[in-house]
């Protein structure tokens, strides 16, 4: 099951590695051609790591929560299991309504969201360096 839900962030991952060495070929390109296919692979770039560090989010159903509850002990995955019903709720809450609440009183409750564009951020400058596009 482990190996099953890392598929899918694997995959956001390899597209990503595809989009980041895609850059190298924009040089055989028209300029004007080659503004509006970077911009693409800029954006299947980005795209893709969200997904991927989104999917990793460790409450179940997505694949980062089937992922620890494959390999938690079995106390623990029993307890984490127990919130895929409620999962998509947690993650809106997360991501939405607390944001909206510490807008309203004037603190800044968007911690995850923080959490995801630095992990992002980071994970799109490796992936650029290693590529040799930096």
């Not at 040089?27 to 954006?43: G, H």
Request: proline content about 7%.
């Amino acid at each position: 099951m482990v190996l099953v839900a890392a598929a899918g962030p694997a995959m956001n991952i390899c597209l990503a590695i595809v989009a980041a060495l895609s850059f190298h070929l924009l040089v055989y390109l028209p300029v004007t051609i080659a503004q509006w296919v970077a911009l693409n692979l800029k954006n299947a770039l980005v795209i893709n790591f969200v997904l991927a560090v989104f999917n990793l989010f460790p409450v179940p159903p997505p694949d980062g929560g089937r992922i620890a509850v494959g390999m938690l002990p079995n106390a623990l995955a029993k307890h984490l299991a127990r919130l895929e019903p409620y999962g998509m709720i947690i993650l809106i809450g997360l991501l939405i309504f607390l944001p909206l609440l510490g807008s309203q009183l004037g603190l800044d409750l968007g911690f995850v969201s923080h959490l995801i564009s630095i992990s992002t951020n980071a994970f799109i400058g490796t992936i650029l360096r290693l590529t040799g596009n930096i």
